[in-house]
């Protein structure tokens, strides 16, 4: 908060809040920022910055930033510093869920991650009326229980409880914009058939995904399937102008558009919740098959990425495909499957994802993918 006050900002301090309570605060404001490892241990602690309507920044805006950073600066004198004002914006950001959503009769167990959300999630889904078992709702950036990414790995005890219980439970990572939900039966529900079901109960026309997500949602979901760059922000842009649309993400961002335009786990935890109430969760997810799939991170020196996925667009032009999409890496679509080739936009790897309707589509064609990633590569 020093550098904001040496600019002259005037600064609202919400303290240790969910990511997307900042979110839905700052259209009262410029900006909000949030001070957040995301999903990620706590040595990648970051900034989260959003324009008012909630959704993140631009990366054209993030690079304008990057810009000035390097340019002098001019700085207030220290006696015209505005005084920074604590604020408490969980209660108003309370009170707008129950107001979108309702009241709901519905037993859960939730595990927040020891992270910020564990004073929002339990609290919000008990006034709302459900009796919640909470699981790892204390804070700490230290994380005893398991990782903060709400992965099947690091769900194992929640999974055992949801089993042992025949209860939903719901996980967030540490800072709350991710939601996902375990069945009754102790396995974590697939993020893409949750889609399905939400696209579906919201009445929902659209669906705004990353370009990684399942094939399911073509085979599954009635209506238009629009794919974007990875990442929840670029989901956010596409959505603005859109109707009766819903944005979301494999890893557990849901972003609901009437609400707010940053992914929100805690609306997606209470909106659950009131569709598990009204249908038969489980029955329709068992409706929806699975597709193996699978995925894999390959390391290569950074300065040779750009080279290397020339090679790789050179190379899977040549393939019988049916469609390829060129907006984050390349998406190259066949009848039977599908593969994703991209670069990461935070380390130094290319990632690979394959999926097939049938387990021996998807090994064919992971094999082709992977000979012709690593021949590149050399």
Same mark, same amino acid.
């Given at each position: 908060?020093?550098?904001?006050?040496?600019?002259? #900002?005037?600064?609202?301090?919400?303290?240790?809040?969910?990511?997307?309570?900042?979110?839905?605060?700052?259209?009262?404001?410029?900006?909000?920022?949030?001070?957040?490892?995301?999903?990620?241990?706590?040595?990648?602690?970051?900034?989260?910055?959003?324009?008012?309507?909630?959704?993140?920044?631009?990366?054209?805006?993030?690079?304008?930033?990057?810009?000035?950073?390097?340019?002098?600066?001019?700085?207030?004198?220290?006696?015209?510093?505005?005084?920074?004002?604590?604020?408490?914006?969980?209660?108003?950001?309370?009170?707008?869920?129950?107001?979108?959503?309702?009241?709901?009769?519905?037993?859960?167990?939730?595990?927040?991650?020891?992270?910020?959300?564990?004073?929002?999630?339990?609290?919000?889904?008990?006034?709302?009326?459900?009796?919640?078992?909470?699981?790892?709702?204390?804070?700490?950036?230290?994380?005893?229980?398991?990782?903060?990414?709400?992965?099947?790995?690091?769900?194992?005890?929640?999974?055992?409880?949801?089993?042992?219980?025949?209860?939903?439970?719901?996980?967030?990572?540490?800072?709350?914009?991710?939601?996902?939900?375990?069945?009754?039966?102790?396995?974590?529900?697939?993020?893409?058939?949750?889609?399905?079901?939400?696209?579906?109960?919201?009445?929902?026309?659209?669906?705004?995904?990353?370009?990684?997500?399942?094939?399911?949602?073509?085979?599954?979901?009635?209506?238009?399937?629009?794919?974007?760059?990875?990442?929840?922000?670029?989901?956010?842009?596409?959505?603005?102008?859109?109707?009766?649309?819903?944005?979301?993400?494999?890893?557990?961002?849901?972003?609901?558009?009437?609400?707010?335009?940053?992914?929100?786990?805690?609306?997606?935890?209470?909106?659950?919740?009131?569709?598990?109430?009204?249908?038969?969760?489980?029955?329709?997810?068992?409706?929806?098959?699975?597709?193996?799939?699978?995925?894999?991170?390959?390391?290569?020196?950074?300065?040779?990425?750009?080279?290397?996925?020339?090679?790789?667009?050179?190379?899977?032009?040549?393939?019988?495909?049916?469609?390829?999409?060129?907006?984050?890496?390349?998406?190259?679509?066949?009848?039977?499957?599908? #593969?994703?080739?991209?670069?990461?936009?935070?380390?130094?790897?290319?990632?690979?994802?394959?999926?097939?309707?049938?387990?021996?589509?998807?090994?064919?064609?992971?094999?082709?993918?992977?000979?012709?990633?690593?021949?590149?590569?050399?």
């Amino acid at each position: 908060m020093a550098g904001l006050l040496f600019t002259g #900002a005037k600064i609202f301090n919400a303290g240790l809040v969910p990511t997307p309570a900042i979110g839905y605060e700052a259209r009262k404001h410029d900006a909000g920022i949030m001070i957040t490892a995301s999903h990620n241990p706590p040595e990648y602690n970051g900034i989260k910055i959003f324009e008012k309507d909630g959704s993140g920044i631009s990366m054209e805006k993030a690079e304008e930033i990057e810009k000035l950073i390097e340019k002098e600066k001019k700085y207030v004198e220290w006696n015209e510093f505005k005084k920074i004002e604590d604020v408490n914006i969980i209660s108003s950001y309370i009170e707008a869920i129950i107001d979108k959503i309702g009241f709901i009769n519905i037993e859960a167990i939730i595990d927040c991650s020891n992270g910020a959300a564990s004073f929002v999630t339990p609290y919000l889904l008990r006034k709302m009326g459900a009796k919640i078992t909470s699981l790892n709702c204390n804070p700490d950036g230290f994380f005893p229980s398991h990782l903060p990414e709400p992965t099947e790995k690091n769900l194992h005890i929640l999974r055992k409880i949801c089993k042992e219980e025949k209860k939903f439970g719901i996980a967030h990572d540490c800072d709350g914009d991710r939601m996902v939900v375990v069945g009754k039966n102790g396995e974590l529900i697939q993020n893409e058939k949750l889609m399905i079901l939400f696209a579906k109960y919201e009445n929902a026309k659209k669906l705004i995904v990353p370009i990684d997500s399942s094939m399911i949602l073509d085979d599954y979901f009635d209506g238009e399937i629009v794919r974007t760059r990875v990442g929840d922000v670029f989901i956010s842009q596409k959505l603005k102008g859109e109707s009766n649309a819903l944005g979301a993400e494999a890893s557990g961002t849901w972003t609901f558009p009437y609400f707010s335009y940053c992914p929100d786990g805690v609306f997606a935890a209470a909106k659950f919740l009131k569709m598990a109430e009204e249908i038969n969760v489980m029955e329709e997810i068992e409706r929806i098959k699975a597709y193996p799939m699978r995925k894999e991170s390959i390391k290569i020196e950074r300065r040779k990425t750009e080279e290397v996925m020339k090679k790789i667009e050179s190379e899977l032009e040549k393939m019988n495909y049916v469609n390829m999409v060129k907006i984050d890496g390349y998406r190259i679509e066949f009848e039977d499957s599908w #593969a994703l080739v991209r670069a990461s936009g935070t380390e130094p790897k290319i990632r690979l994802t394959v999926e097939g309707r049938k387990k021996e589509d998807m090994e064919k064609r992971w094999e082709e993918i992977i000979e012709i990633v690593k021949r590149c590569i050399k």
